[in-house]
């Protein structure tokens, strides 16, 4: 017996990448973020990684992605770069 891999079966696999990428980034579901045209993206041949940071340009642009905290659920975003490690808040 063969096991067919379908569409439907990859961009679900592409979709739970998305989803790692994005909670060890941000500590969140992508599903918590706005809605984008990830069945798109899967069609036009984007990698989970690129799809995570056109994600977040679109979600909230201009904002460095490498540089950001992530409070979902509020309306604003809470960003803050540390020049040495005792600059660190430590309620974060």
Sequence with gaps: MTTTITTRDRF???LRELDEIT???????YK??????YRDWF???LSPEDAYY??????????????IFYRLGESS????????????????
């Design 23 to 29: 909670y060890e980034e941000t500590g969140h579901s």
């Design 54 to 67: 056109l994600m977040m340009e679109n979600s909230y642009p201009g904002v460095e992605t490498s540089n």
């Design 43 to 45: 069609d036009e041949g």
């Design 12 to 14: 679900e696999a592409w």
């Design 32 to 37: 918590d973020l706005p809605d984008q045209q």
């Design 77 to 92: 975003i809470y960003t803050q770069e540390f020049d040495t490690f005792s600059d660190a808040d430590p309620g974060l």
